[in-house]
């Protein structure tokens, strides 16, 4: 088993955000920012700087490539960079850096010989503590699995592996992906993650120490799961890029929610970067079917290239109708939709048909078996002290409303995709505000909390559906703000291009 972790106590500076260009689509919008250092938090560098930890994965693997940059030089880079922030931000919580670096040295030997493993050869990479990871313990968040190590990688690993990509360590995530309460990414096992940007502020959830250490340079990109916004959220409130994809496009086998049940079609894995180019490259990598998910659809990816951007057709909402999100969020998205529409967009101002019907119906159907699914989780792990984030709770609904649930979901779920035919794209908020502090209640309390979520409507519905940071908040100086678009099914590619977006 991997040994504990050196951290520093005495962290160097943070990630830079310098001007961004990025590839437009389902996490579609860029941002040029740089921001000045804050108290409490990993501090940013001078603009002027561009050290290789702040390089997209794309860049990495083209100077690995083309013999400008040795891949143990890219692995050491990363974690003198782990080493730097993590302290602070308590994001990767085990580590395999004696086979990292061996694997790194190979990699360059292998290149030396003209040989490849692919796109990704030598590029560092970290994943979700939620996934299996041959020979590195693979904790999920739970306490019955501290020490367990699998003996296979988890089939959106082990896809990334084998394109030479290099795991460098995994990622925190509250238990079973579900169980960080109001306090983002938090477990018995390892503890609590930090914001990069502000240490008093959470990095979301559930794939927030994901978000937390790409965002700091820590890595290159990483992967997640989202079963209501786990990818979408930890994008937005850490400043960087995040995709969940089609339901059926990447295949879940491995992850500690895996494929199979009931709630079967709200769980979906994608990836985290601090570029949407990097999404691009990874994406056709991560898709297609393993023969064990039985869900996953044999569907092209697509050329984001070939995607012609005048045209499209774009709803947008600033509210869902349920719990308005903050002026300065609203004002966002409509700085954004100005830009695609000056673009040659045909944008509207529209929403999917009974939203709050839908998530009304999710809710109710969540708990209708009293949540027996996660004491079923408990016991398979052999956890018998639960997280306090984990809802345990629920009233178990007879069979008749379980099904009948069921049918009003599937019902809106059709008339919401009928709706879509008529638009490209949907460009939406994130998050109803920014980041929020680690000891922030959700007015409502969870009610608040499913009526306020802008990102599990499109779990519900298995549309695809991207965050990318496209400015910085004044009411909570500093922090990240993002946008949310979502495509049509298997049209995540559909406004995939880059253009420069101007200084804000």
Not at 141 to 162: E, S
Not at 363 to 374: I, L, S, V
Request: hydrophobic share 40%; glycine share 12%.
């Amino acid at each position: 088993m991997t040994p504990p972790m050196t951290r520093a106590t005495d962290p160097r500076t943070g990630p830079t955000l310098n001007r961004r260009r990025f590839l437009e689509g389902t996490a579609a919008v860029g941002a040029a920012l740089t921001l000045a250092p804050l108290a409490g938090r990993v501090e940013a560098v001078p603009s002027a700087a561009t050290p290789l930890w702040a390089l997209s994965a794309t860049e990495v693997a083209k100077m690995i490539a083309s013999g400008k940059l040795t891949s143990v030089d890219a692995v050491k880079t990363c974690l003198a960079r782990i080493d730097a922030v993590n302290g602070k931000l308590n994001a990767v919580v085990a580590e395999c850096r004696e086979r990292a670096l061996a694997e790194a040295a190979a990699a360059d030997t292998m290149l030396a010989s003209g040989k490849s493993l692919g796109p990704l050869h030598g590029v560092p990479f970290t994943v979700k503590d939620s996934f299996d990871t041959s020979g590195l313990v693979s904790a999920g968040g739970t306490l019955g699995r501290k020490d367990y190590v699998p003996g296979k990688d988890a089939t959106v690993v082990a896809r990334v592996r084998a394109a030479g990509a290099i795991l460098l360590g995994k990622t925190n995530t509250p238990e079973f992906t579900l169980g960080g309460g109001g306090k983002g990414t938090i477990n018995l096992v390892y503890g609590l993650t930090r914001n990069p940007y502000n240490l008093n502020y959470q990095p979301s959830g559930s794939s927030g120490g994901a978000g937390a250490i790409v965002a700091a340079g820590g890595s290159y990109f990483d992967i997640g799961s989202d079963y209501g916004g786990s990818i979408r959220g930890p994008a937005f409130a850490n400043g960087i890029a995040g995709l969940k994809p089609t339901l059926g496009r990447v295949p879940r086998t491995g992850h500690i929610v895996g494929y199979g049940g009931p709630f079967d079609s709200y769980q979906e894995t994608g990836p985290l970067a601090r570029r949407v180019e990097d999404l691009a490259l990874l994406m056709p990598l991560l898709c297609g079917p393993d023969d064990s998910d039985a869900t996953m659809a044999p569907v092209p990816f697509g050329d984001p290239a070939k995607v012609n951007l005048k045209g499209l057709r774009i709803a947008w909402y600033t509210s869902n109708g349920v719990v308005d999100p903050t002026a300065e969020v609203q004002a966002l998205v409509t700085q954004c939709v100005g830009y695609f529409t000056r673009l040659g967009c045909k944008t509207k101002a529209d929403k999917p048909p009974k939203m709050k019907e839908l998530a009304a119906a999710r809710q109710a159907f969540n708990g209708a078996d009293g949540r027996e699914f996660m004491r079923r989780m408990l016991k398979k792990h052999g956890t018998t002290q639960a997280s306090p984030g984990l809802r345990l709770d629920g009233e178990v609904l007879p069979s008749s409303e379980f099904t009948r649930l069921s049918e009003v979901i599937d019902g809106i779920r059709a008339e919401q995709l009928a709706w879509l035919e008529s638009y490209d794209l949907i460009i939406c908020p994130a998050s109803q505000r920014a980041p929020i502090p680690l000891d922030y209640v959700q007015p409502g309390g969870e009610a608040g909390r499913s009526g306020g979520n802008y990102t599990s409507q499109y779990n519900t519905t298995g549309w695809p559906a991207g965050v990318v940071r496209a400015g910085t908040s004044k009411l909570d100086p500093g922090l990240p703000l993002g946008i949310q678009i979502v495509g049509q099914p298997w049209r995540e590619t559909w406004c995939w291009r880059r253009w420069p977006m101007s200084k804000r």
